[in-house]
């Protein structure tokens, strides 16, 4: 399984660029904008290449070839993927993101495995090895649409078009993520028919590889148990497009990649529209962010004088359990903080010995936990003005 990265609430807060971007959120917003930015989980390049080759060596087991070839997005108005002399249409000059890095993976994969992964071959090339295996790379599928544009450009020549209905070759695509509906999608556009009299039925020749997938529909496994307050924060940003409030197809995916940010991600996070400043402009993924997710917060958790720093979220998570809460989901529910960013918290209030477990495992606040409480009282509480003039009832007015 891959290993994602995360933003903690620590990382939120210490980043400067984080906190410019959440200004731009009314008061009563910002804490679900941070629970948006904890539920993301980022991939690095490094990480998804070893998993692209982690799948490749299942089809390297076998004693025959494999054709591999980069899912990408062509100009308007194409119509096919193969040129006349049946090689692969040229890939344009300018930096692609994801179909760069995949490209430098299977060009590593041949040199491990001997050229067994014919690098986008030519028809001839694949006529000639009798390749049967074809394998197409991408790094998430949400709306399913432009790898359905790919197959349909790629089925679109007579020679690939009858192997293809012929049984002759199988198309495995590889994603690290997509959602089940992106798979009825894509098999339903395919060309050919899945009619049980069939005899190479298109659903026996088309395979998907992935380690996450997901029903776009299901927010609370991605976005956590505030998912609809997150999903009612993208449709209030009304800076944001409607049709890409919630990401490209409504997808709301929440896997962000370092070497290409796809548009299945809330819009407020990539688009830069009507004034608004987004983390990703133009879905490119900024250094400051690489370098915090790699090396986490960029200040102490002490200052100078090695006093703790004063943090908002610490200060209301002790005052709330010196008041009697003591679960996960109660802190939450009263905080309106995602659960994933209260325990993060927590766990720092434990680390720190400002919170502890009695023996019978109930959360506790300790003595440094008062202390620290009773240091940074004014912060939590507000100043209570009272009204000391006399009260006089009006039955006892005169007039």
């Given at each position: ?304 004088s090695g006093q703790l720093q004063i943090r ?84 006892w007015s005169v007039d």
């Amino acid at each position: 399984m891959i290993n994602f990265k995360t933003l903690d609430i620590n990382m939120i807060n210490s980043s400067p660029e984080i906190r410019t971007w959440l200004q731009q959120f009314g008061t009563h917003d910002v804490e679900t904008a941070k629970s948006l930015l904890a539920n993301l989980k980022f991939v690095s390049r490094d990480d998804y290449a070893e998993w692209v080759v982690n799948k490749l060596e299942c089809f390297q087991a076998g004693t025959d070839s494999s054709a591999i070839y980069t899912v990408r997005k062509f100009r308007t108005g194409a119509q096919n993927f193969w040129r006349n002399d049946g090689s692969v249409q040229p890939r344009p000059a300018t930096t692609q993101g994801s179909e760069d890095l995949a490209a430098s993976i299977i060009s590593n994969a041949n040199r491990r495995y001997g050229d067994f992964f014919k690098d986008h071959p030519s028809l001839q090339v694949l006529k000639n090895n009798r390749i049967k295996s074809i394998i197409l790379i991408d790094d998430s599928i949400g709306s399913g649409h432009r790898v359905s544009e790919f197959l349909k450009l790629m089925t679109n020549h007579p020679t690939f078009l009858s192997w293809w209905n012929y049984g002759r070759i199988h198309i495995h695509i590889i994603a690290l993520a997509r959602t089940r509906e992106s798979e009825k999608f894509i098999l339903e556009n395919m060309v050919g028919s899945d009619h049980g009299k069939r005899v190479y039925r298109k659903s026996s020749k088309l395979f998907f590889h992935s380690d996450i997938v997901y029903n776009s529909f299901y927010l609370n496994s991605r976005w956590g148990k505030k998912s609809n307050e997150i999903l009612n924060l993208c449709g209030r940003t009304k800076k944001i497009p409607k049709d890409r409030r919630r990401g490209y197809g409504d997808v709301m995916g929440n896997i962000v990649f370092y070497h290409s940010v796809p548009n299945n991600i809330p819009g407020m996070l990539f688009r830069r529209d009507n004034g608004w400043q987004p983390l990703f402009p133009d879905r490119s993924f900024p250094d400051w962010l690489a370098n915090l997710l790699e090396n986490g917060s960029r200040i102490n958790t002490v200052d100078d004088s090695g006093q703790l720093q004063i943090r908002k979220e610490v200060l209301q998570i002790l005052g709330m359990v010196k008041s009697g809460l003591r679960t996960k989901t109660s802190l939450s529910k009263r905080l309106g903080y995602d659960v994933k960013i209260v325990d993060q918290i927590m766990s720092f209030c434990l680390r720190m010995n400002l919170l502890f477990k009695d023996e019978n495992n109930v959360l506790r606040i300790g003595e440094a936990g008062y202390a620290y409480l009773k240091r940074n009282i004014q912060s939590i509480e507000r100043k209570r003005e009272y009204d000391y003039g006399l009260y006089v009832p009006s039955t006892w007015s005169v007039d």
